[in-house]
């Protein structure tokens, strides 16, 4: 399976991105879904994640400011976010799951910088 995450780019503080992540296979509904990010010099850090029941979770960094949603339908994940800070600036990357085996998206670059 592969996943392929776009919708990143520049913008300016306080403005909204959504992410996307389209998977090859139907893997979304049934598995659990990420978004994580890694910022220069740091380790990777989960952002959000949601769950096959749809049940999402954030990292408190993030809290209020993004959203994680999934259409079955498109085989895709999004992660609206808004109100962005410069320490948002990171590569952005999905996690899945398919028989059992972690796999990876691209990454999506966000810079958050006016």
């Known amino acids: 399976v592969q996943l392929q995450a776009s919708g990143g780019g520049l913008v300016q503080p306080g403005g909204s991105l959504r992410l996307s992540c389209a998977a090859s296979r139907s893997i979304f509904s049934t598995n659990l879904v990420g978004w994580y990010r890694q910022a220069p010099g740091k380790q990777r850090e989960v952002v959000a994640r949601?769950?096959?029941?749809?049940?999402?979770s954030y990292a408190d960094a993030v809290k209020g400011r993004f959203t994680i949603s999934r259409d079955n339908a498109k085989n895709t994940v999004y992660l609206q976010m808004n109100s962005l800070k410069p320490e948002d600036t990171a590569v952005y990357y999905c996690?899945?799951?398919?028989?059992?085996?972690?796999?990876w998206g691209n990454g999506t670059q966000v810079t958050v910088s006016s």
């Open positions: 949601i769950t096959p029941g749809g049940g999402p």
């Open positions: 996690n899945s799951y398919y028989r059992g085996v972690a796999h």
